[in-house]
């Protein structure tokens, strides 16, 4: 289905992408929001290449040798609240879930050897909360903002029986 190697499954606006156009990447999001001047008087748009349920990725297993997962970290806000329109919102009462559900369908389109780059802020859900539920280990991360609630964490997809 792709010849692409990087699969972003939660893009929102690309916030972090130094080219956000890159010819490598497919770029997924479950939504689209038009180009728009939030309350806060940042401008924001939202347009995936591909419309997705990263819950049900619509790819092959094995298919993409890097992964960059970040999902939305904001439990409690308005649906049209600029925060939820900025990084999208987790689906109410079953937020854990839903990332577990989310992190093995990334798992799964993984190639063995491939690298899933996981990015969460704890602001409204600790980490721990988080990594308990994808019951996976991450290989290394990093804190980061103002408060250092931002994570960003390395999963390596080791082929099965590795000593790794």
């Known amino acids: 289905m792709t010849e692409k190697p990087v699969l972003?499954?939660?893009?929102?606006?690309?916030?972090?992408?130094?080219?956000?156009?890159?010819?490598?990447?497919?770029?997924?999001?479950?939504?689209?929001?038009?180009?728009?001047?939030?309350?806060?008087?940042?401008?924001?748009?939202?347009?995936?290449?591909?419309?997705?349920?990263?819950?049900?990725?619509?790819?092959?297993?094995?298919?993409?040798?890097?992964?960059?997962?970040?999902?939305?970290?904001?439990?409690?806000?308005?649906?049209?609240?600029?925060?939820?329109?900025?990084?999208?919102?987790?689906?109410?009462?079953?937020?854990?879930?839903?990332?577990?559900?989310?992190?093995d369908e990334c798992w799964r389109v993984l190639r063995p050897n491939g690298t899933l780059i996981f990015k969460w802020n704890e602001v409204q859900i600790p980490l721990s909360q988080v990594l308990a539920a994808i019951g996976r280990e991450p290989l290394y991360g990093h804190r980061s903002g103002r408060q250092s609630k931002t994570h960003w964490l390395s999963f390596v997809k080791f082929p099965e029986g590795s000593a790794l």
């Open 8 to 103: 972003d499954p939660c893009c929102g606006s690309r916030m972090f992408w130094f080219n956000k156009k890159n010819p490598n990447v497919i770029y997924c999001d479950c939504r689209q929001l038009e180009p728009e001047t939030l309350s806060n008087g940042q401008a924001i748009e939202v347009k995936p290449d591909i419309f997705v349920d990263v819950t049900e990725l619509p790819f092959p297993d094995n298919t993409f040798w890097h992964i960059v997962f970040d999902p939305p970290h904001i439990d409690h806000a308005g649906p049209t609240s600029w925060l939820c329109k900025k990084y999208g919102c987790l689906p109410k009462g079953s937020a854990l879930n839903w990332l577990a559900d989310a992190f």
